[in-house]
């Protein structure tokens, strides 16, 4: 089955330390995004990708990173300067000649401890 | 500065009822606006989609409702079940649907049995 697959489901991390959050897919979509959720709170954009080897940042990039070397992934690091960590993690992929919108993974939840 | 404007926050309905949740954009340059479903825990699942040359779009109990000269869209739920409570999220993007998506801030409906 095609989709999208985020890893790990559960993740801590303790202070000062660098975390990485996977997300993969085999739909062979194009352009990759991550985004942040809170308790009760709506989206809001971290990174995104279009191209492979290309990202922007989104609207709260400070304290993340990503790289975009294959296609098929595209990984979220929660740095140390990222003060408040603790959320809900997003995946999603989208083919930009499809036009079926977005697909989102499963979520990493990632709780400081 | 939110792109997509949505209401209300919260929502309940009894069993049977019609929940309405509203969105409301500014760009006319938007020409795909999808309604999003999450349930707790998961990531966010495509509902309903529809694009600007038509007023209406049905699919099973869940209805667009498109307003395109007030710049207004919502979603309607017909018979309404505990089942359906979950977050909804609309949103709105260019290129129907290929470019980024910009996200309402989300409307958590419970269906009381």
């Known amino acids: 089955d095609g989709g999208i697959t985020q890893s790990p489901k559960y993740l801590f991390r303790k202070e000062g330390q660098n975390v990485t959050l996977s997300c993969e897919q085999n739909l062979n979509h194009d352009a990759m995004y991550w985004y942040r959720q809170d308790p009760g709170q709506g989206l809001r954009l971290i990174y995104y990708?279009?191209?492979?080897?290309?990202?922007q940042k989104g609207d709260i990039a400070e304290g993340y990173s990503v790289s975009r070397e294959k296609k098929e992934s595209f990984p979220l690091t929660v740095t140390s300067a990222q003060k408040n960590p603790t959320a809900f993690y997003l995946c999603?992929?989208?083919?930009?000649?499809?036009?079926?919108?977005?697909?989102f993974g499963s979520g990493t939840r990632l709780t400081v401890v | 500065q939110q792109q997509v404007k949505q209401s209300p926050q919260s929502l309940i309905v009894q069993k049977g009822g019609i929940p309405i949740i509203n969105c409301a954009y500014e760009?006319?340059?938007?020409?795909?606006f999808p309604w999003y479903q999450q349930f707790p825990g998961k990531g966010p699942a495509l509902l309903i989609a529809i694009r600007p040359d038509v007023s209406e779009k049905k699919e099973g109990r869940f209805t667009i409702s498109f307003n395109k000269s007030a710049k207004q869209f919502s979603l309607h739920i017909m018979d309404s079940q505990p089942g359906d409570s979950a977050t909804y999220f609309c949103?709105?993007?260019?290129?129907?649907?290929?470019?980024?998506?910009?996200f309402g801030t989300g409307t958590r409906l419970t269906v009381i049995p």
């Open positions: 990708s279009q191209i492979v080897n290309d990202f």
């Open positions: 760009n006319t340059a938007f020409d795909y």
């Open positions: 999603a992929s989208v083919s930009v000649t499809a036009n079926y919108g977005y697909t």
């Open positions: 949103a709105a993007s260019m290129n129907f649907g290929a470019n980024n998506l910009f």
